[in-house]
């Protein structure tokens, strides 16, 4: 591929891009577990408060060719840690989630890590198991994006042989 795609540090104006990528409703469909109201601009902005302080939260913008195209991510979850990320819906079907989840699993180091996926989201269940995530068990719960509970794949990138899993 020749399109230059890169992670950098989340700068506040790339929240302006983030906040447009999540009112698109196909997007917000197939995410299904994203924001509750994708139009409530302040609980947005809480969320990404949240994020960008957060001690042991990983953010990255994604941009090809000096465009932003979404974001990475890499958080804990109560003794877990889970990576997740977001492709605006114009840039899907080139690569570029799995490279940049690829490119944020240089950085990240620690294993074993964890992601989740609605179980009928093929194209991001086919992300991560290009980056080694392996599917270890199926939950349910309400997803914000569908209105209902879906099943959900639980996903994890055990550590590799002879790895030191911290």
């Not at 989340?10 to 302006?16: A, F, G, H, Q, T």
């Not at 997740?84 to 690829?102: E, F, K, M, Q, V």
């Amino acid at each position: 591929m020749t399109d230059d795609l890169r992670l950098r540090p989340v700068r506040e104006d790339d929240l302006v891009e983030f906040f447009v990528h999540q009112l698109d409703p196909e997007a917000n469909r197939m995410a299904a577990f994203g924001a509750e109201d994708p139009t409530d601009r302040r609980a947005f902005a809480a969320h990404w408060v949240r994020i960008l302080t957060g001690p042991e939260n990983l953010a990255r913008t994604v941009t090809v060719d000096d465009t932003v195209v979404g974001h990475v991510l890499a958080f804990p979850v109560d003794d877990a840690f889970e990576v997740s990320y977001w492709i605006d819906r114009p840039h899907w079907g080139r690569g570029y989630a799995t490279r940049a989840l690829t490119a944020l699993l240089r950085e990240v180091t620690r294993r074993p890590l964890f992601a989740r996926t609605a179980t009928d989201n093929a194209a991001s269940l086919t992300v991560l198991r290009r980056c080694g995530f392996v599917v270890r068990s199926t939950e349910r719960a309400y997803a914000p994006g569908r209105g209902h509970e879906v099943d959900e794949y639980v996903l994890e990138l055990p550590p590799s042989p002879g790895a030191d899993p911290a």
